[in-house]
T-cell receptor, first 113, second 111 residues
């Protein structure tokens, strides 16, 4: 158990819909990272927050947005969903703002039908 | 843009054989991290290397960071079925905040 929690575990929704994925980092960690992993693919970095502020952006679509709240949990919002958005979405946390060791949550499997 | 390349993409070994995966970055890295993802699981942090030429061992796993800090390797001695999974290397981009993952090497171990 990494100490990072993600909800929900599974999500099935239709094209055009909007969903919110939630992540709680390990106790004491200030950074949250979001990644997308499509079937049998690598990890695509989406976005990072550090102590409530956006730190780095990767290949995140404009239809996607994220935020980190004062209690340090983070939410990833995906809107106008397309079939190609079906993937595993992982959240990871680390103590600092620079890219160092990251602890991953169990992921949310999103299926868009 | 900055890239982290990893080879091979797949490796099939007989239990007891050794295994090595290689990671190459297009730019110098301040550190390199290795993760393991079991089938159906999430990536798990294994180790981080920071110094040029650094070598670290964890039981049967040996990690190396190149002298130029642009390449790294993970070597597993005498693989076991529990080693099955995908091994990823990752490093920070030039600014340090974004993490770039290699595509991973998927290891299959036949008993």
């Amino acid at each position: 158990d990494s100490g990072v929690t993600q909800t929900p575990k599974h999500l099935i929704t239709a094209t055009g819909q909007r969903v919110t994925l939630r992540c709680s980092p390990r106790s004491g960690d200030l950074s949250v990272y979001w990644y997308q992993q499509s079937l049998d693919q690598g990890l695509q970095f989406l976005i990072q927050y550090y102590n409530g502020e956006e730190r780095a952006k990767g290949n995140i679509l404009e239809r996607f947005s994220a935020q980190q709240f004062p209690d340090l949990h983070s939410e990833l919002n995906l809107s106008s969903l397309e079939l190609g958005d079906s993937a595993l979405y992982f959240c990871a946390s680390s103590g600092g703002d620079i890219s160092y060791e990251q602890y991953f949550g169990p992921g949310t499997r999103l299926t868009v039908t | 843009g900055q890239q982290v390349m990893q080879i091979p993409q797949y490796q099939h070994v007989q239990e007891g054989e050794d295994f090595t995966t290689y990671c190459n970055s297009s730019t110098t890295l301040s550190n390199i991290q290795w993760y393991k993802q079991r089938p159906g699981g999430h990536p798990v942090f294994l180790i981080q290397l920071v110094k040029s030429g650094e070598v670290k061992k964890q039981k049967r796993l040996t990690f190396q960071f190149g002298e130029a800090k642009k390449n790294s390797s993970l070597h597993i001695t005498a693989t076991q079925t529990t080693d099955v999974g995908t091994y990823f290397c990752a490093g920070p981009n030039t600014g340090g905040f974004k993490t770039i993952f290699g595509a991973g090497t998927r290891l299959f171990v036949k008993a």
